[in-house]
């Protein structure tokens, strides 16, 4: 019997994205896989039922009538303790697990005998960019960042020579330039601002230039040995974070948007603007601070909340890719597609116990235990 692909109408509040559009379920119906859809899955991101139909997929009156059958179940998150229930045993899942944090989604669906793999773990390795979900999401939050940031602020990003007077430039900071920091550099330079940014990572400072952008750092020892062999960041000393604090203070105290985006992975996020900081900026100011889901860069953030101190916002969405989900939901897809591929071989058959590299690193469970090398005996 052919492979069944379930996609769910996503249950958390605030998702907007769906883990399939029409063009991946073209892609799996015509290479004989069903795909089985709840119905309304994509209406907020602009899909339809009618949509995701003509492209081949079933559409289900509920999600347990869409799990029936399914060999798969894809989904932007991971799926709560109630849907977890909910599953076959020997169901495949694949999702943005938030595996780290759902330590206990991630027993519950061992013990379901779940085999669950996490699109936060897939390696970046180039076999792998084309599934690389983090940064397929975090390029449309970096430009949504700077979005929202012109929609919270009173005044124009561009300059504008008029002849009722001259309106001056935003001066824009990015703080963190991995995927999302290098598209809020982009999208703000588009708009017109003057844009400066700050990263641990030495690499960074070239990336920060050939955006136009000016690069400001301490660029010590530390500096040079700050990014792992996985490109990451690893978390800096006290005595770098102070001598980095007091480089930025005054340039903050100078911008009208601060955009944060610093992130170590497995780790909550480094606080790259203090509270002094914070006030340090003229009223009107706006931080977007991206890292909020992970207890923020910005001192005194509130995730989903518009903090107002002195007239300087800080905002932290803790889902702005939900902002745009539309195209999260197709890069998301495409991501997904690429992976169920690894699980799906040339005829259609599931392949049994990969060892394929991708897998392997992204696998949280499997034959009823956690097995993940960074989650065993959390
Ligand atoms: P991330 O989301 O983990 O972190 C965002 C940024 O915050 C990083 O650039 C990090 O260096 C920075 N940061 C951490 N602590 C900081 C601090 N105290 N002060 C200032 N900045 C700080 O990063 P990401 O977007 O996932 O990118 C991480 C790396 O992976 C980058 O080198 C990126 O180019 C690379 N990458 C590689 C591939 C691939 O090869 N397939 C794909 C995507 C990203």
Known sequence: MAVSIAILKE??????????????????TASGLSVIIETG?????????????????????????????????????????????????????????????????????????????AMEFVPRITRAQVMDALSSQANLAGYRAVIE???????????????????APAKVFVMGVGVAGLQAIATARRLGAVVSATDVRPAT????????????????????????????????SVEYKTKQAALTSSHIAKQDIVITTALIPGRAAPILVTKEQVASMKPGSVLIDLAAPQGGNVEGCKADEVVDVNGVKIIGPSNIVA??????????????????????????????????EILTAARVTQGGAVVHPSLKGA
Do not use: C
Request: charged share 25%; no cysteine.
């Open 323 to 356: 902002r745009i989900a539309t195209d999260a939901s197709a890069l998301y897809a495409k991501n997904l597609q690429a992976f169920v591929g690894l699980l799906v071989d040339k005829d259609g058959n599931l392949v049994a116990d990969s060892e394929d």
């Open 205 to 236: 400072k070239e990336q920060v230039e050939s955006l136009g952008a000016k690069f400001l750092a301490v660029e010590d020892e530390e500096f040079k040995n700050a990014q792992t062999a996985g490109g990451y960041a690893k978390e800096m």
């Open 149 to 167: 940031a012109a929609e919270a602020f009173g005044k124009a990003f561009p300059m504008m020579m008029t002849a009722a007077g001259t309106v």
């Open 41 to 117: 899955a994509g209406v907020r991101a602009s899909i339809t039922d009618e949509a995701f139909a003509a492209a081949g997929a079933i559409v289900a009156k509920t999600a347990a009538e869409a799990l029936k059958t399914a060999d798969i179940l894809l989904k932007v998150r991971g799926p709560s303790a109630s849907e977890i229930a909910g599953l076959r045993a020997g169901i495949i899942v694949v999702a943005l697990l938030d595996a780290y944090r759902e330590k206990a989604n991630m027993e519950a669906l061992a013990a379901m005998g779940a085999t669950a793999y």
């Open 11 to 28: 249950s958390h509040a605030g998702e907007a994205r769906v883990a399939a559009s029409p063009d991946t379920v073209k892609k799996w």
